[in-house]
């Protein structure tokens, strides 16, 4: 019956994504607006189609780390002292699929502050990580 079946890779991101953000109405297409802010800025400053990419999934996946809906919900309304355990988890689950690889430092990274990088000038992840950083900040603020 299904001998071929073929699967739309950007309808399947997009649904897992939407997934993660079921824990309550509140991040309803949390993840979603993160990564199409994060695509309309990656466009801007023409990143290349590749790094692009990487940023938009590190985006759809950037708080898969945070395993409760309260863990969600607190980082969404900026409860949290320390945000580096969503960070950590997120690197580690993504880090672990083939196609999500490239993605994964970026989740590990996108609650760093600027000032903490002891290099910025070029690095294609530091700017990845701040692009993320501010689209989460931005889709919260909406």
């Known amino acids: 019956?299904?001998?071929n079946p073929s699967i739309n890779l950007s309808n399947l991101l997009l649904s897992l994504s939407d997934a993660l953000d079921l824990a309550s109405p509140e991040l309803s297409l949390h993840q979603v607006r993160t990564a199409f802010i994060s695509w309309e800025i990656s466009k801007a400053a023409n990143l290349p189609p590749d790094l692009t990419e990487q940023l938009f999934i590190?985006?759809?996946?950037?708080?898969?780390?945070?395993?409760?809906?309260?863990?969600?919900?607190n980082l969404h309304r900026n409860e949290v002292e320390n945000v580096q355990p969503h960070c950590i988890l997120g690197e580690a689950f993504i880090d672990h699929v083939l196609m999500f690889k490239p993605s994964a430092k970026i989740?590990?990274?996108?609650?760093?502050?600027w000032h903490e990088y002891e290099r910025t000038n070029g690095d294609p992840l530091i700017f990845q990580s701040q692009v993320l950083c501010l689209a989460d900040s931005v889709e919260r603020l909406i």
Do not use: I, N, S
């Open 107 to 113: 989740v590990r990274l996108h609650h760093k502050p």
């Open 1 to 3: 019956m299904y001998q």
């Open 58 to 73: 590190a985006a759809l996946f950037h708080d898969v780390g945070a395993l409760t809906p309260e863990d969600k919900l």
